[in-house]
């Protein structure tokens, strides 16, 4: 039987993957974050850690979407995809490899629990997919495990609900608990922490908020299961809204309890705060990362 | 079968979004206003259409049904405007790719603070949230 191992958050911001390309992720500015992210490099290696297929939740920031077609929930079913053209060209890394039979199975029983999953079985991926991958694999020929890609709309307005993000985690754990095939599979959520690209607010930052966030992923994910939209706006800019992504990985991990393994928390990267984290459901017993906490002071 | 739905009131949830300082919600109203600024945008994910609108912007831009005002906010790399005419950051996120600029160069734009003012609020945690939460409520 598939099981879900772990949860992992992650930025996806571009600036990322320019660093790594551009041969500056070692240099003052950039320097940290890789660092933040040496601890979950490490634990994925470690024997037992390294997942069979992950789950990536993220957005497409108008890349395999256009304004012709806006799916709130789609799940990519595609024996590959390819990485998006973006307006500098494909990021160079190697494609992302599916698992057509997990991701079917996945959005068949989605949409027999009620979600109404929009299949995906050619798609491009962006940054919001690829950046995650390259901070927590870095930089190999090949990825080393399968990826099911499942973009989620943020951009425009309704997203989903915080609350149907987290109830749709619980169906994506259903399901992989029902596939036959013995996998390890990890659920990761990615974008956020507080963030604003646009306008005169643009480049607010809400530490307090972003650690409250965090905790509460943790202890009490009823409180962020109820948070409204106006809150994200207000409280961690208009692009902070990409947490309610990190429920739906939230949800997947069960509703018996999390073990935070590792937490990662640094401003700034670009125009965001940037949050990483590893989760693991009670009673999968992986043991942490030798650093747990790397958070700016 | 379930528990009672609690509805959202869909004009209430949208009236809210005005009440946040210097912010534009992408709501229904503003993705109908720029889809053709936006879908203007998209096409320069090939290179080909880079090529092309950087060899001629007003040109290109010709091409496609968009508000002159829209037209001068591109050719101004105005984003503020861009923004106003329903443009997403998202979308304009292909126009300052291929001129070779980031999002930290875009945000910051947007602002009225130079880049290195912008690049030094965000070391310094950036900007805060006091005060910019709400209009009406002044916090």
Not at chain 1, 155 to 179: D, F, K, M
Not at chain 1, 228 to 247: N, Q
Not at chain 2, 47 to 67: K, T, V
Request: hydrophobic share 40%; aromatic share 10%; proline share 6%.
């Amino acid at each position: 039987m598939a099981r879900i191992t772990a949860g992992i958050t992650s930025s996806h911001i571009p600036a990322l993957g320019a660093a790594i390309q551009t041969g500056t992720s070692g240099n003052d500015y950039w320097g940290p974050v890789f660092k933040g992210y040496e601890p979950i490099k490490e634990w994925i290696q470690q024997p037992g850690n390294m997942p069979d297929v992950v789950i990536l939740v993220y957005n497409d920031h108008a890349s395999a979407f256009d304004m012709n077609i806006i799916p709130t929930f789609a799940i990519g079913c595609a024996e590959s995809f390819k990485s998006a053209d973006e307006g500098w060209g494909p990021r160079p890394v190697p494609d992302v490899i599916g698992d057509p039979d997990l991701a079917w199975h996945i959005a068949q029983s989605l949409i027999l629990d009620e979600f109404d999953m929009t299949i995906m079985n050619q798609m491009d991926v962006d940054h919001g997919c690829t950046v995650p991958l390259s901070m927590i694999f870095g930089e190999p020929d090949k990825w080393p495990c399968k990826v099911i890609p499942f973009p989620v709309n943020v951009v425009t307005y309704p997203p989903p609900s915080g609350n149907r993000c987290y109830s749709l985690g619980e169906s994506i754990r259903a399901a992989v608990e029902s596939y036959p095939e013995d996998l390890n599979v990890q659920v990761w959520g990615t974008g956020g922490m507080s963030h604003q690209l646009q306008g005169p607010r643009a480049g607010l930052i809400n530490k307090d908020f972003d650690l409250a966030f965090i905790r509460d992923l943790i202890e009490d994910p009823e409180r962020l299961r109820k948070m409204p939209h106006i809150e994200y706006l207000r409280e961690a800019g208009s692009e902070g809204i990409e947490l309610v992504m990190w429920l739906i990985m939230r949800g997947a991990l069960g509703d018996k309890g999390v073990e935070e393994l590792y937490r990662f928390y640094h401003i700034p990267a670009s125009n965001t705060a940037l949050g990483a984290l590893i989760l693991q459901p009670e009673g999968i017993g992986a043991a942490p990362p030798s650093v747990r906490e790397q958070v700016d002071a | 079968m379930s528990d009672k739905k609690e509805r959202i009131d869909i004009h209430e949830y949208l009236a809210e979004f005005d009440d946040i300082p210097g912010t534009r919600v992408f709501t229904a109203k503003r993705a109908r206003q720029g889809y053709h600024l936006n879908q203007f945008a998209m096409s320069l994910m090939k290179a080909e259409n880079r090529e092309r609108f950087l060899a001629d912007e007003r040109a290109y831009l010709d091409e496609w049904q968009i508000s002159e005002a829209a037209k001068q906010a591109v050719l101004n790399r105005d984003y503020n405007a861009m923004i106003d005419e329903g443009g997403n950051i998202y979308f304009l996120s292909k126009l300052f790719s291929t001129d070779k600029k980031s999002f930290q160069f875009a945000a910051g734009s947007m602002t009225g603070m130079t880049q290195e003012e912008y690049a030094e609020m965000m070391l310094k945690g950036g900007r805060s949230p006091q005060g910019q939460r709400s209009i009406k409520g002044g916090y």
